[in-house]
């Protein structure tokens, strides 16, 4: 509580002081990139993101790697500013953090944007073909090579996803490559697996939802 008295006195200070002088105060709006925690920062993944002061149109482009942003225009005191994602970056979605990216200038001496920017995730699967409806002695199971998941396939499941459909159980970052391949054939099968392998490509796709169901698990008896 003490310390936004002594930044709003500061800064009522700074207007008092250059009224006084003819001028009228003016404030840059900066900012940082930080993870979902908020507080740890780090360069942005990915190129693309355009953010925007949706009260004057200001926009500031910001490429791979940077810690940083700067907007090219200063704001007056007094005058409100939001700041918005107006172009994402690729495979992430970037949100300008409240309160810091909206005020009217002047409440505090800097304006400092605080925005989270993660990397998309999507869920993968496909279908099982070629297995009974009944539970074997060992089941299938699956593995995706990319972040080391085991899924074990389960054919009396009366939940989503409904056999012969399946999903991974770790979710893949978009961007990132994977392959699903057997662990475990189950009793009495053998099964191959087709499609397993790719890179995710969210598109437009909203993140953590499935963006890959074209994996096909071949399974036929063992001779």
Do not use: W
């Not at 800064?11 to 990139?33: H, M, N, Y």
């Not at 979605?93 to 005020?103: E, K, L, V, Y």
């Not at 409440?107 to 297995?131: A, D, P, R």
Request: some cysteine; aromatic content about 6%.
């Amino acid at each position: 509580m003490k310390s936004n008295y002594l930044r709003s006195c500061a800064a009522l200070l700074l207007a008092l002081s250059l009224a006084a002088c003819g001028g009228k105060s003016s404030f840059t709006i900066s900012g940082v990139f930080t993870t979902s925690d908020l507080v740890t920062l780090q360069p942005l993944n990915n190129s693309g993101l355009v953010l925007e002061n949706s009260n004057n149109g200001d926009t500031v482009s910001v490429p791979a790697g940077a810690t940083s942003f700067t907007f090219p225009k200063q704001v007056d005191y007094g005058e409100v500013y939001t700041i918005v994602v107006k172009t994402p970056p690729n495979h992430m979605n970037c949100t300008p953090q409240f309160p810091s990216n909206t005020d009217s200038a002047g409440h505090t001496t800097s304006i400092k944007v605080i925005v989270e920017c993660l990397q998309n995730q999507y869920i993968i699967g496909g279908t099982v073909n070629g297995l009974p409806t009944t539970a074997t002695t060992l089941p299938l199971i699956l593995i995706n090579g990319s972040n080391n998941s085991p899924y074990t396939y389960d054919p009396t499941l009366t939940t989503p996803p409904i056999p012969p459909l399946f999903v991974m159980p770790s979710e893949v970052l978009d961007g990132a490559t994977y392959g699903v391949t057997v662990l475990q054939n189950p009793t009495g099968y053998t099964c191959t697996v087709a499609n397993g392998n790719g890179i995710v490509n969210g598109g437009s796709i909203p993140t953590n939802q499935q963006a890959v169901s074209n994996i096909a698990v071949n399974c036929v008896p063992a001779s």
